[in-house]
């Protein structure tokens, strides 16, 4: 179990800018110096072995698509904790933030908020830009149900106001985490 360890979760469709985000997030937070920070996806794993075993080229087109979302629903058929069971065990223990650009199901959030004692930050992010998609890992959590969220970002305008906005969160959450 991660002690004093905030955990944020990233959702929203394709092209939203989870990843940009989370980026921001973490480079904010080592700029800070007090503060060590993690930054991975539940789909780590699952992109290695669509690379290793199936000669996936990294391209996330039509058909590279297909195969990660494939792998990752036998993977979740077989262990629906499978992913993010692996990606905590490959976390820094002692890190005091850790941020996920990548999730998509509950039971994501069930294992986080299990593995940190902390709270688990849960932030939806959308834009204009965002590829809607009717696969499950699409659309798998309230897409209008916008309260079960901690934070919504309206990814709407420049990449400085995102960063902008990636601070301000880092900072609501330093200011009310129980032990920052």
Known sequence: ?????ACVLISGRMGAGKSTLANYM????????????FIGSF???????????FGWNGIKDAKGR?????IGSV??????????????KNIPIGTDF???DDWRY???????????SMKVY???????????????????????????????VNNDSDLESLRKLAKEIVNIIIDNHPIF
């Open 1 to 5: 179990m991660f002690a004093k360890t």
């Open 26 to 37: 973490n480079s904010y937070i080592q700029s800070l110096l007090d503060y060590t920070s």
């Open 43 to 53: 789909s780590a794993v699952l992109k290695q072995a669509a690379t290793i075993v």
């Open 66 to 70: 297909k195969l990660l979302q494939g």
């Open 75 to 88: 993977g979740r058929e077989y262990n629906k904790d499978v992913w993010a069971n692996y990606l905590y």
């Open 98 to 100: 850790i941020i996920i």
């Open 106 to 116: 509950d039971n994501e959030r069930k294992v986080s908020e299990d593995k940190v």
């Open 122 to 152: 849960k932030i939806r992010i959308t834009s204009p830009n965002e590829i809607i998609n009717d696969h499950e890992s699409e659309n798998n959590l309230p897409i209008e149900n916008l309260d079960y969220y901690d934070f919504v």
